[in-house]
């Protein structure tokens, strides 16, 4: 048993992957609400992996990655759909879009890289802001309140085996499900990859102490950049899939600070700088908030438990509360996270590895 | 032709000043050291040579061209190695892993593997703590991670600032060995400490560092039998 538990442990990945990759073919459902359910959830992992770029590994506070998932989304939108002309096809406009994405999170790092801690914090919060209100009040670019649509799915116009990909993607569900993963795997994939680089290795001497990097030779405003616009990069990926998936950028409220705040509780209650930690945390906050939630409501919709419509009775009405309450209870009990990291649990119980 | 040279260097925080014109200099392979009270300029001096704390004025010249304003990390990778006060190892990390990023600038991971390995010989125990968390060792052992961790960058001139703080008299004694033992590898040390005695057995040259001037200088022998010193600094 042990060593089935240590081969499973130690290939989480792998097998977390099998099990989601064929859940579609056993679970009807998936090609239904519930794919789409699931898509967003995958999409606010990636998210959420960026996220931990930041403030896990790199240990910079960032409360507006919202913003750049956002502007993911639009840019991906302004390259494909038929109100502009240029309609480059989907892989390219998503391909232009992180790298704009990214190149925004520089030009955000580098004047506030001086910034420390609540600092910075604000800075992010404030840029969150002011890219939500530009959004909606730059009409003629981003369409204000009613957003960019539609949005083509990925591989309209590209015939594989006389099906138009784009058409396949709009009629079934599980495409964009199957994409969505596939995009996560990779995202999780590098982040692993990141981790035990000389990048990832610089990220965390930054964190750890700052004048003590540096005197090994590492320079912190190079790496804070870079985590800066790996972090956007990543956001926008997540929010090119956003776009695509609903086939709209959706009105600009969806990237606002509720959204930062939700992705940053999710990393910090699954364990900062933790990879399964930040999906698990993903998967609780996420889920219950797209999938448990809205299935609790119907329930008690058809149980006729509430028919006045009263918010008490609503589970959705409880939701903020219910977080709330969760995550002070984490943060009391096992405030490294659910999932920690090695070294964040060492710190804080003092444990040897 | 001195390897390091200082020239009336000025350095502070903010409005305070705290090295008013230091000068001194250092010849390859030589270990020197700087003495002096608490908040005589020590520390201060070493970060402005390391470019951790911008020089206001003066110039630090190492092989005869200026260093002087250039970033911390660029000033490690030409050759200036820094042990900064109180240790600074990353306290979550394992000692492998600190070890490793002393290597940082080493791209070869052969070459990176035989320096932890090196500097692990002059400090034994490290060897055996690799997967342990750096902040989980004992304050002696946590300073020889520091002063390893520096040695593995390789540095030409390593500033060392004081290697004994805090630590048992066994662990003191065993420490300046080490740091003795290095000028043997062709490293050149910039000693700063309080413990004036062992550091001036050890130096061939030193200075006496008041308030951000030097007061006095010479030879290890000379300054320990100087009756200044040896009433200020040694308790006599």
Known sequence: MGTVWGWVSDRWEVVVLAVLAVAPLV????????????????????????????????????????????????????????????????????????????GIGLALGAPTLRLRGDYLAIVTLGFGEVAKVTLRNLEQVTGGMKGLNPVPPPGAGVTVAGTDLGLAFAVDPRWFYYLTLASLAGVVWAMRRLENSRLGRAWVAVREDELAASAMGISATRVKLSAFAMSSAVA?????????????TADPNAYDFNRSILVLCAVILGGLGSIPGTLLGVAILVGFDTVLAPWADSLIQQLNINPSGSS?????????????????????????????????????????? | MPILEVNDLQAGYGPITALHGVSFDVEEGELVAIIGANGAGKT???????????ALSGAVLYRRRSITGLAAHVIMRQGIGHCPEGRRIFSRLTVQENLELGGFTQRDRWQLRRDIAEA???????????????????????????????????????????????????????????????TARGITIVLVEQNARAALALAARAWVLEAGRVTLAGTGKELAADPRVRAAYLGE
């Not at chain 2, 201060?44 to 911008?54: C, D, F, K, R």
């Not at chain 2, 004992?138 to 300073?143: A, L, P």
Request: charged fraction near 10%; glycine fraction near 12%; aromatic fraction near 8%.
């Open chain 1, 27 to 102: 679970i009807p459902a998936l090609g239904g609400a519930l794919g789409g359910q699931v898509t967003t959830l995958f999409i606010y992992c990636i998210l959420a992996l960026g996220l931990n770029v930041m403030v896990g590994y790199t240990g910079l506070l960032h409360l507006g990655i919202a913003a750049f998932f956002g502007i993911g989304a639009y840019v991906l939108a302004i390259l494909t759909v038929p109100t502009f002309p240029f309609q480059i096809g989907w892989l390219a406009a998503a391909a232009v879009s992180i790298a704009v994405t990214a």
């Open chain 1, 236 to 248: 926008a990926l997540a929010g090119c899939l956003y776009a695509a998936s609903l086939s709209t």
């Open chain 1, 312 to 353: 008490l009775l609503s589970f959705s009405g409880w939701r903020l509360a219910i977080f709330g309450i969760a995550l002070v209870l984490v943060m009391r009990y096992r405030p490294e996270g659910l999932i920690p990291s090695r070294r964040l649990a060492a710190e804080l119980h003092g444990d040897q590895r």
């Open chain 2, 44 to 54: 201060t001096l070493l970060m402005a040579i390391s470019g951790i704390v911008p």
């Open chain 2, 120 to 182: 692990c010989e002059l400090f034994p125990v490290l060897g055996t703590r690799m997967t342990q968390v750096a902040g989980t060792l004992s304050g002696g052992e946590q300073q020889m991670l520091a002063v390893a961790r520096a040695l593995v960058g390789r540095p030409k001139v390593l500033l060392l600032d004081e290697p004994s703080l805090g630590l048992a008299p066994l662990v003191v004694r065993q420490m300046f060995d080490v740091v003795g033992s290095l």
